[in-house]
């Protein structure tokens, strides 16, 4: 079964850090770009981060510098290691392939607040 599962948000004040992470229970995670995506209330879905097969990364602007977007193949997790949080930041994080094809997960909420 086909299957993205969110985990590692949570609530944490302006100018700190989570790490997020992402199982896929896909078929050849190795061939396929992975991305990070959030949604923040009231807007559309937006891009965040993405991987390649061959571990090419490329940011948002808006968290360029901040974000950090990892792989670990073996395991078929995405990783999301995110510093420096600004309450611009606050949503639901979820992954997905680079093409957004595989049923969304549920996601995971991250709340940046003092």
């Known amino acids: 079964q086909v299957q993205l599962v969110e985990s590692g948000g949570g609530l944490v004040q302006p100018g700190g850090s989570l790490r997020l992470a992402c199982a896929a229970s896909?078929?050849?995670?190795?061939?396929?770009?992975m991305s990070w995506y959030r949604q923040a209330p009231g807007k559309q879905r937006e891009f965040v981060a993405t991987?390649?097969?061959?571990?090419?990364?490329n940011y948002a602007d808006s968290v360029k510098g901040r974000f950090t977007i990892s792989r670990d193949n073996t395991k078929k997790m995405v990783y999301l290691q995110m510093n420096s949080l600004k309450p611009e930041d606050t949503a639901v994080y979820y992954c997905?392939?680079?093409?957004?094809?595989?049923?969304w997960g549920q996601g995971t909420q991250v709340t940046v607040s003092s």
């Open positions: 896909v078929s050849f995670f190795s061939a396929d770009g």
């Open positions: 997905n392939n680079a093409g957004a094809i595989i049923p």
């Open positions: 991987i390649s097969t061959f571990w090419n990364t």
